[in-house]
């Protein structure tokens, strides 16, 4: 309780800090970044506290925490000061400041973020503490990356499965995580289930900001000289469908285990569920029949709703369509999860773009650019940010903040420039213009990451033999889906719409992504064919059959295209309009004095549309490669981006919706509403009852640290454990093993490097190579009976400490009398021992 009260108040402290700063650099947003300034202030704070440590200019440790919030501090105090030189408000007394002003005038707003922060924040930390195990899938690597931080002497941190190295990985997000566990004196532990509990509340308050900040900028009031105040209800009350959204509804695969264990619409034979090809739902439903699935970890098949098969019928294995409520049942910390918050702050920048904020001009030698020096810094520091906490990331943050730009340029055209909106060619040039030097200036900044990192990518590769069905692509989408049609169809009468242009677009991109697809197909055939070639064998006689299996196979999955055709269409006819055409076809109902900014703003909405169908559409045509070769990881990422554009977009839908319909047009919307609800939140409601054994925790009771599950499950190894924490540091040697296991823990909870970790992961992360035989050696260490190979293998890895515990007796056969006569016995208890080396 105390480590959670701690987090809390570091947090709202952190977003108080960082409000003043953020409300002067976000002057078009209507909350001027307060729903942000939690995820802005952590953002900036981490970076000057990584930069600072990496450069040597601090240590990693309490001081240099404090010197990194000292900095941040400082700055929002040089915004202030800079902020009331340029308004003209120097010359009001501080009680009427802008800042107090604005938070005395929104304080519906202020007190209706708090209450979502404080709320979200307890929510999980709940959920966690009914099963803070960290155990199975990439926990262990996750409580890795954290303890190896927090335990680093210096920056870049040391990487705990391979000594001797670096973290050659996307760490950003645990930097974060350890400075807040530093700072509050928290176990990795616990800091591991607290931070899970504060992303998903930095998650809600930045949803709910993008909302608010969409559906009020219609709705204000403005007193001459002061600030301008929002503070209509609906708008305060309807900006919480994008916290519900985002993180609790959830795909129709939840509501389908209900509707299967129930025994709905099985026979005997073919019927739907064998139709509809989900693994353990194309089964029988077991006996007898309930409401309640009971399978084991049956929430797990909901992030593998997509089944891909080869052209021969063979299953290529699970692909990961993981979502954010799946994510906070199955409570890994992983980057794509830690990453939320920050791509959020991502869409709000861009948002800030295209309302008009960070206007000036950059001259540059080849072109200007129509942004202020502030704006392209923040835009870098952001797109830097996402590169370092998930790469993949990266992609959905420059193309929002890029897109925003043109937008602007689209809507809004500089000062003095006549002719220069709507769309025309040299909305193409500004998306170089600025693309280009941001990116340069994206890598410069985060320069020491780079460096260190090596992507496991190795390419793109074609897909061919896997496009979506469209009946799956309806399980996992069809709760967005619904929403956003519902909008799209509703738009049609709205405002003008160029047909052509959105058709002919949307048909190219869908031709470009074909083009792609066979030239990265020609290329491997002709770089790589004695890997392609047997492959090609393997699914048809040749080439021109496999070609025409595919494009049959295609055709028979064409719903998918169709579905996702349906959804850019529209969207982009709706963009691809002047704004003339737009406001002129308007309906009376909206076109007062604030309907330009109506119109405009739902154009933002339309650009996450297209966004989000975009990233859906990508995969079914062309993937990354890595080192499963199939594409997995791609559909895991571009899916996990896209629910956070969809989930906005579907809520903005919903309130616009409900707002603006009347009779029977709401009626049937709200049944519709109602009944995508219930689909949408079977999941979670009945997903994190199992996952909590019905929110009855182990028998240690709710903690958030899983250490208590140690001391009671392993009270020997738990001594040992504290004993190295306290110790002196040094290289551990611990058994070897595969990933997804017990291997490595000796490093993962006391934040001492060991010879070689998951092998199978150091391998994603880096060349190979570079284990070289660790794995044989740690082997011979244990076993050997020879004291002089044992004593070269410890000098060899720099080894300290040895230990010998449960899992090093049944991995090898130990011979401890060599250690007994070499080296020193420091820890003793039970069967758990620990030499260590002079």
């Known amino acids: 309780m105390l480590s959670f009260l701690l987090w809390y108040l570091l947090a709202t402290l952190l977003g108080g800090l960082t409000f003043p ?76 400041s802008p800042i107090l002003l604005f938070l005395k005038s929104n304080r519906r707003l202020v007190i209706t973020v708090e209450l979502l922060f404080l709320l979200s924040f307890a929510f999980m930390a709940f959920i966690r503490a009914g099963n803070p195990e960290i155990l199975g899938t990439e926990k262990p690597m996750e409580l890795m990356m954290i303890n190896g931080i927090m335990h ?25 995580t350890s400075m807040l566990a530093t700072l509050t004196g928290t176990p990795a532990t616990a800091a591991f289930n607290l931070m899970i509990a504060l992303i998903f509340a930095l998650s809600a308050v930045g949803a709910y900001g993008i909302l608010y900040n969409l559906l009020s900028m219609r709705q204000t009031s403005k007193v001459e000289g002061q600030p301008e105040i929002v503070n209509r209800k609906s708008e305060i009350v309807n900006s919480l469908l994008a916290p519900l959204f985002l993180l609790l509804v959830s795909n129709v695969e939840g509501f389908l285990e209900v509707l299967h ?55 290529t294995g699970d692909v990961i369509d ?78 929002l903040i890029l897109f925003s730009y043109i937008l602007a340029q689209v809507h809004r055209p500089v000062k003095g420039e006549e002719g220069e909106a709507g769309w025309r060619w040299a909305r193409l040039e500004d998306l170089f213009a600025l693309g280009i030097p941001l990116l340069i200036a994206a890598y410069a900044l985060y320069l020491p990451f780079f460096i260190g990192f090596d992507s496991q990518a190795g390419g793109i590769l074609p897909s061919f033999m896997y496009p979506t069905r469209g009946a799956q ?65 393997s699914q048809a006689e040749n080439v021109g059959g496999f070609i025409a299996a595919s494009l049959t196979r295609r055709l028979a999955y064409i719903g998918s295209l169709f579905t996702l055709l349906a959804l850019m269409i529209p969207t982009l006819a709706h963009l691809f309009v002047k704004p003339t055409d737009s406001l002129n ?76 319909l009347r009779g029977a047009a709401k009626s049937i919307f709200s049944a519709v509403l109602a009944l995508v609800l219930v689909v949408g939140l079977t999941y979670p409601t009945l997903a994190f009852a199992n996952k909590t054994n019905n929110f009855q925790p182990p028998f240690f009771g709710y903690s958030l640290d899983d250490f208590d599950r140690v001391k009671l499950e392993n009270p020997d190894e738990a001594a040992a ?19 997804y296991s017990a291997y490595a823990r000796i490093a993962n909870y006391t934040g001492m490097p060991t010879v070689l970790g998951w092998d199978n992961h150091e391998a994603q992360w880096r060349d190979n190579a570079l284990q070289g035989t660790r794995a044989y050696d740690i082997e011979i260490l244990y076993t050997t009976s020879d004291g002089f190979t044992a004593q070269e293998i410890v000098a060899r890895y720099n080894i300290r400490y040895i230990y010998i515990g449960g899992l090093e007796r049944t991995t090898y056969a130990v011979d401890e009398s060599k250690f007994r006569s070499l080296f020193k016995l420091v820890f003793q208890q039970g069967n758990v021992a620990i030499y260590e080396a002079p």
């Not at 702050?345 to 000036?360: E, H, M, P, Q, S």
């Not at 083009?515 to 290329?523: D, Q, R, S, T, Y």
């Not at 454990?721 to 990933?739: C, S, T, Y």
């Open 585 to 660: 076809a308007m309906d009376s109902a909206e076109t007062d004095a604030s309907a330009p900014q109506q119109d405009t703003t739902r154009s933002f909405a339309l650009l996450l549309i297209f966004l989000g169908a975009l990233l859906i559409t990508g995969p079914e045509f062309i993937y990354l490669r890595d080192n499963f070769n199939y594409r997995i990881n791609t559909i895991f990422k571009f899916y996990y981006q896209a629910w956070i554009m969809l989930s906005l977009a579907a809520a903005y839908a919903v309130a616009v919706l409900l707002k603006n």
């Open 261 to 315: 264990r129930r025994g709905l619409f099985w026979t005997e034979g073919k019927n739907f569920w064998t139709w509809l090809d989900l693994p353990q739902l194309r089964d029988a439903p077991t006996q007898p029949l309930g409401w309640i699935p009971e399978r084991f970890w049956w929430w797990w098949r909901a992030s593998r709703v997509v089944q891909d098969y080869e052209l021969n019928g063979n299953w």
């Open 21 to 96: 700063l953020a409300y002067c650099l976000f002057p078009a947003l209507k909350d001027r970044g307060y729903t942000l300034s939690r995820a802005f202030g952590l953002l900036v704070w981490g970076y000057i506290f990584w930069l600072s440590a990496s450069l040597g200019i601090a240590q990693n440790d309490v001081g240099g925490l404090m010197l990194g919030l000292t900095v941040l501090v400082a700055l929002s105090g040089w915004a202030i000061t800079n902020y009331r030189e340029a308004s003209q408000w120097d010359q009001l007394p501080v009680t009427n």
């Open 322 to 399: 993981e979502f954010p409520a799946f994510s906070y049942v199955l409570g890994d910390l992983h980057p794509h999860v830690l990453a939320m918050p920050f791509v959020l702050l991502a869409v709000a920048i861009g948002l800030n773009i295209f309302l008009g904020g960070w206007r000036g001009k950059i001259n540059l030698y080849f072109t200007e650019l129509h942004i202020s020096k502030t704006g392209f810094f923040l835009c870098a520091l952001m797109l830097g940010a996402l590169a370092f906490l998930n790469t993949w990331d990266v992609l959905i943050g420059g193309a």
């Open 473 to 537: 692509l309806w399980v996992m989408w069809g709760t967005l889906f619904v929403p956003i049609f519902a909008f799209l169809f509703y738009r049609r009468s709205m405002s003008a719409a160029n047909w052509r242009a959105g058709t002919l677009a949307s048909l190219g991109i869908v031709l470009a992504l074909f083009a792609l697809m066979f030239l990265f197909g020609f290329l491997a055939l002709q770089l790589k064919p004695d890997l392609v070639q047997p492959l090609i064998q």
């Open 152 to 176: 680093s002497p210096t920056f870049p941190p040391r990487d705990l499965w391979l000594s001797g190295y670096s973290i050659s990985y996307y760490y950003f997000g645990y930097v974060m």
């Open 721 to 739: 454990i504290e004993w190295l924490r306290f110790a002196p540091d040094g290289i551990v040697a611990e058994a070897v093993g595969g990933a």
